[in-house]
């Protein structure tokens, strides 16, 4: 059957079609249809729709068997990299791929990753398909994510996990946050009061996640991290790491940590290795779809056995209850 969502023709009927974006609309289709499954060839016969009937055939047929065999290679690594953390199975032969569910917070985590790279202010993929999250969905999802963020980077850390971002799960303001969390990590001293000059209304200070494991010596030197969580298109333009560097603990602190501090980028796109080195380089860790579903399993299995601790932890659960209802047709926008 044909994909359950738009193709952008023009970005995979070329010489060298996107790979991920062809492995996206098959995830998303199997995802949509009926029996869960998606055949690749089909993304051939949507190529094909789209060509010109001038244009030479064995042309066509190149580019269009090109198209499937991208798709393939990128789900078949996909699988291998986010293993029981990812929510598709591609059959052996490379032909047929099958959507298994969300059973853990890996998959979830997966899926919700996958529905924000194709919002309608990212691509047309869902939009032009009339399958786009409505409005309330989209402040939900995106709130999802960063507080399930919360979780996945305290599994990177083996620490523990604070959604600091606004809006916050326990609708704190940002002071309450920075003391509650300065108390439990334990390295650097606040201003108390604040500083005078102090923003009058502040929200998160950019801030999205702060996660940190500190010793039981109760001495610095220990790893502390504090990321970006971003989730438009403009994504590489969002970075933390001034804040992390400079002015976040010049203002804030009259005695900074001594613990050395890691800016992280959390993005539910999926990055290319082309890319990968330059951007680590400007913004900091950067954690993107598949290394997200392999932590955030990580994480469910982690806190079940107190070994870390995270808030947001809810957002699972909740994305898993939306999810549910947008596969039979319901938030679409």
């Not at 079609?17 to 492995?23: N, S």
């Not at 094909?48 to 798709?71: F, H, K, P, T």
């Amino acid at each position: 059957m044909p994909a359950a969502v738009y193709i952008p023709h023009d970005l995979l009927a070329g010489p060298e079609p996107d790979g991920d974006l062809a492995a996206d609309i098959a995830e998303l289709s199997a995802f949509f249809s009926d029996d869960m499954k998606f055949l690749l060839s089909d993304l051939r016969n949507d190529i094909e729709i789209g060509e010109d009937e001038y244009d030479d055939i064995d042309a066509q047929n190149r580019r269009s068997d090109l198209v499937v065999e991208s798709a393939a290679s990128v789900l078949t690594l996909r699988e291998r990299l986010g293993r029981d953390g990812y929510p598709f199975s591609l059959d052996e032969a490379g032909a047929r791929l099958t959507y298994i569910g969300v059973e853990n917070w890996g998959r979830k985590s997966y899926l919700l990753s996958l529905f924000l790279s194709h919002l309608a202010t990212v691509t047309d993929v869902l939009g032009q398909a009339e399958r786009a999250p409505d409005g309330a969905s989209v402040r939900n999802l995106r709130n999802w994510f960063q507080q399930m963020a919360a979780a996945i980077l305290a599994a990177e850390l083996r620490g523990m996990g604070w959604a600091f971002g606004w809006p916050r799960p326990d609708h704190t303001n940002f002071h309450t946050k920075m003391n509650q969390v300065w108390r439990a990590i334990g390295d650097g001293t606040l201003h108390d009061p604040p500083p005078q000059d102090a923003p009058q209304s502040i929200k998160d200070c950019e801030i999205d996640v702060v996660a940190a494991r500190p010793n039981k010596d109760q001495m610095p030197g220990f790893q502390l991290a504090m990321a970006q969580v971003a989730t438009g298109a403009n994504w590489k333009d969002k970075s933390v790491r001034t804040m992390v560097d400079n002015a976040f603990f010049d203002f804030w602190f009259s005695r900074p940590p001594a613990s050395q501090r890691t800016a992280y980028h959390i993005i539910p796109f999926v990055l290319s290795k082309r890319d990968s080195y330059w951007e680590t380089l400007r913004l900091g860790h950067i954690l993107s779809r598949l290394r997200l579903c392999q932590l955030a399993h990580l994480a469910e299995s982690l806190i079940a056995l107190d070994q870390i601790t995270s808030e947001g932890t809810d957002a699972f659960a909740n994305f898993n209850s939306w999810a549910v209802q947008y596969r039979q047709g319901r938030h679409f926008g």
